[in-house]
């Protein structure tokens, strides 16, 4: 087994010359986008998967009080043997919501249950499992401390302490540590508007006949899927024909109602359509490519105060550029606070094809080898166009642009699909 591959000749690597890597597209986007303005207050309820746009400070402890961590004995930490046993007289019980009324005095023990508040004069808690109940008595043993199994008040959340700052996307977490707050609403960012529109006249929606060099329209269903579970508001535009003024129409339109406009198809050298033609012309255009596989072929720009995405027709390269180049730079639209998306490194179980000049997203399957060690398999054939190998992978497989074949047993990093969204 290897942990590097081989070193590859650097005159190799030709293809990467002219256009950006990944990271620098990243950081070119970055530095170009400014996220949007506008909020809106929501019930807590309806928040699943917004964008907080304001900073929670915590209203109260959490919790509100002392409580117990464990069922058992309330107990004075100060009648506790430091050697073999006490027996301590059981004076009531303490229920969560229903507290023990009155002073713990010397000698004495309350039965207490989880959540419940510790009663007056008590500060530790033996768990149950320590204790041996006769009756009205419990008999406790050495080699417990002051304090233990107690919760204490603002343990949690102190009082103006800051639990949540803007940017935060609220999951279900969040709104349950909201909820523990009292807190009914929050306010939000406005749904990033994202506008969609395939381009080619060899495609068709979905009911209608195919003919002779015709396919079905999938990227549109690929993208309102990776859209609709970042939470923006999606306008599909359809699919809009290879004619210069169908072309520069749904660029206006788009342009006019939406804050990025998505297109897939019509961004490669030498393709029959008007895509870059109308981007040159109506708005302004970054890069058209990077040294990225699958997915050369991606142009960013902006279309009046539209952002502009080009995404190739391939149906894996739509899904490949989308997670690794279009969803954080909408994230970051949308004023998430973003973070780089979990990589792991584990060994390949075979040898993985590859030629040096792009970062390679392989498709993978990431499982628990027979040792019990972590290995990720390939998912089968590579093709842009293989769709269906996406569907069988869990993740990607990231090959730097410089590497060129992977050997059995090498170290490689993977990107688990469940990570990116």
Known sequence: MTDVPKPQDPCLATEKRGMLSVDEALGRIRTALVPITGFECLALRNALGRVLAEEITSPLDVPGYDNSGMDGYAVRAADLPEEGEVTLTVVGTAFAGQPFQGELRPGQAVRIMTG????????????????????????????????????????????????????????????????????????????????????????????????????????RYTLHGLLSRLGTEIIDMGVIPDQREAISEAFTMASQVADVLITSGGVSVGEADYVKETLEALGQVDFWKIAMKPGKPLAFGRVSDAVFFGLPGNPVSVMATFYQVVQPSLRHLMGQSVTEALRITVRTAERLKKSPGRQDFQRGILERGADGEWVVHSAGRQGSHVLSGVSRANCFIVLPAEWGDVEAGTLVEVQPFEGLV
């Open 116 to 219: 419940a508040v510790i009663p007056g004069g008590a500060d530790t808690v033996i768990m149950q499992e320590a204790a041996v109940r006769e009756g009205e008595t419990v008999r406790l043993g050495a080699g417990h401390k002051r304090g233990e199994n107690v919760r204490r008040a603002g343990e949690d959340m102190a009082r103006g302490e800051v639990v949540l700052s803007p940017g935060k996307r609220l999951n279900p977490v969040e709104l349950g540590l909201l909820a523990s707050l009292g807190v009914p609403e929050v306010k939000v960012s406005r749904r990033l508007r994202v506008a969609i529109f395939s381009t080619g006249d060899e495609l068709r929606s979905l009911g209608q006949p195919l003919g002779e060099g015709q396919i079905y329209d999938s990227n």
